[in-house]
């Protein structure tokens, strides 16, 4: 329950910080192509969590995901107004008696994974909001709980930009798994990302 209590907590953040931003407090002009060229570089650094519990829902019992260290960080390098190469990497665990696909473990299992993305980002297409960043991503990955399995992936997230430099990212993955059925824990999931994010 804490689990979810926190995500819910995170999600109100993000909205008020993004609520509170409105265009006329804003210094510069994230749709001009200056900004790309002067700040192609972000780095993001915060939590995750992860799910796997043999649905094929996203939002499935969320308060069961896992939330043990979970630390997230990425850097990413936007090449043009719309497109970015993002690397991350995500640390997390699972513990004694939490549940993979149906089953509860008897030990403590480590999660990492290291994931690369090519990003496409829409919001401009759909509305001029300087201080919203929504995009779409593709990718693939490597990720270990109890042993090593490679993933191709699906993201969708957005920044919430609090100031010129400084953003709050929300982003949901989808992880499908190579030879998913012949892996016990080493299979499909979900994951989710909320970082703050710092153009340099």
């Known amino acids: 329950m804490r689990n979810l209590v926190l995500f819910l907590f995170l999600v109100s953040l993000v909205t008020f910080s993004g609520q509170s931003q409105t265009t006329s407090d ?40 896992q939330f043990r260290n979970p630390l997230a960080l990425a850097v990413e390098h936007k090449w043009s107004k719309y497109f970015a190469i993002e690397q991350d990497l995500t640390l997390n665990g699972y513990e004694v008696k939490n549940e993979i696909d149906g089953g509860s473990l008897k030990e403590d299992y480590f999660y990492i994974s290291t994931n690369t ?3 496409y980002y829409f919001s401009d297409a759909l509305f001029t909001l300087e201080w919203l960043d929504l995009y779409a ?14 993933s191709g992936n699906l993201a969708l997230g957005g920044t919430v930009w609090i100031s010129e430099k400084i953003g709050i990212r929300i982003q949901g993955i989808g992880k499908f798994a190579v030879n998913a059925k012949d892996r016990q824990f080493d299979n499909n999931h979900f994951q989710y990302v909320v970082q703050a994010v710092f153009k340099l």
């Open 26 to 65: 804003t210094e510069y002009d994230t749709s001009s192509e200056s900004d790309y060229i002067d700040s192609p570089w972000k780095i993001s650094v915060g939590v995750n969590a992860v799910g796997s519990l043999g649905t094929r829902q996203p939002f499935a019992r969320l308060d069961e995901f």
């Open 117 to 119: 993305y090519i990003k």
């Open 137 to 150: 991503g593709a990718g693939f990955g490597v990720f270990s709980v109890n042993e090593l399995n490679s």
